[in-house]
T-cell receptor, first 112, second 113 residues
Framework: EAGVAQSPRYKIIEKRQSVAFWCNPISGHATLYWYQQILGQGPKLLIQFQNNGVVDDSQLPKDRFSAERLKGVDSTLKIQPAKLEDSAVYLC??????????FGAGTRLSVL | GENVEQHPSTLSVQEGDSAVIKCTYSDSASNYFPWYKQELGKRPQLIIDIRSNVGEKKDQRIAVTLNKTAKHFSLHITETQPEDSAVYFCAASIKGGGNKLTFGTGTQLKVEL
């Protein structure tokens, strides 16, 4: 089966600019997750969707980060404005029934 | 919330030796414990997982043990090979509670020839 698709793979922006990441989960997977992975650390959950509803966004910095999954399939994560500390890999994952999570290759963001 | 600690942060073994990575968790309600392998620049890939209703699970050269009383679980890799070199992450979650994964900080495993 096709895996979780993410784009772009890499992004370099100046601080205070905005950026958006896109994720297409595995077909049929109702649950979608966005993680932030800072270099040398484990992934940290930012937001979890069940279909098009938010299940958990307790660790999402809502003053600058937003995410949506309007039709319950694809999702976008946006940062506006970006800060230096947002430099990280942003991973998207999906699962069929909130069970095993399959990860995408991630988007590596560098904020200069 | 859940807190997962992982040790060691780096591990170097000779090819053919065994490697053990240990994790502890804080929330006694956690009942699902996956292990992910992440090669440099690639996606985390699930290699094995265990649920709280079993104490051990094995898949070829990889095994995971769980001690619910002590709230710790371990990954065991036997007969290590150079292709086992990667970063390994443990995680814990409450299945049924959205399966929000809390990850450990990772172990860089290097298998030397």
């Amino acid at each position: 089966e096709a895996g979780v698709a993410q784009s772009p793979r890499y992004k370099i922006i100046e601080k205070r600019q905005s950026v958006a990441f896109w994720c297409n989960p595995i077909s049929g997977h109702a649950t979608l997750y966005w993680y932030q992975q800072i270099l040398g650390q484990g992934p940290k959950l930012l937001i979890q969707f069940q279909n098009n509803g938010v299940v958990d966004d307790s660790q999402l910095p809502k003053d600058r980060f937003s995410a949506e999954r309007l039709k319950g399939v694809d999702s976008t994560l946006k940062i506006q404005p970006a800060k230096l500390e947002d430099s990280a890999v942003y991973l998207c994952a999906s699962s069929l029934a909130g069970d095993i999570q399959y990860f995408g290759a991630g988007t590596r963001l560098s904020v200069l | 919330g859940e807190n997962v600690e992982q040790h060691p942060s780096t591990l170097s073994v000779q090819e053919g030796d065994s490697a053990v990575i240990k994790c502890t968790y804080s929330d006694s309600a956690s009942n699902y414990f996956p292990w992910y392998k992440q090669e440099l620049g690639k996606r985390p890939q699930l290699i094995i997982d265990i649920r709280s209703n079993v104490g051990e699970k094995k898949d070829q050269r990889i095994a995971v043990t769980l001690n619910k009383t002590a709230k710790h679980f371990s990954l065991h890799i036997t007969e290590t090979q150079p292709e086992d070199s990667a970063v390994y992450f443990c995680a814990a979650s409450i299945k049924g509670g959205g399966n929000k994964l809390t990850f450990g900080t990772g172990t860089q495993l290097k298998v030397e020839l």
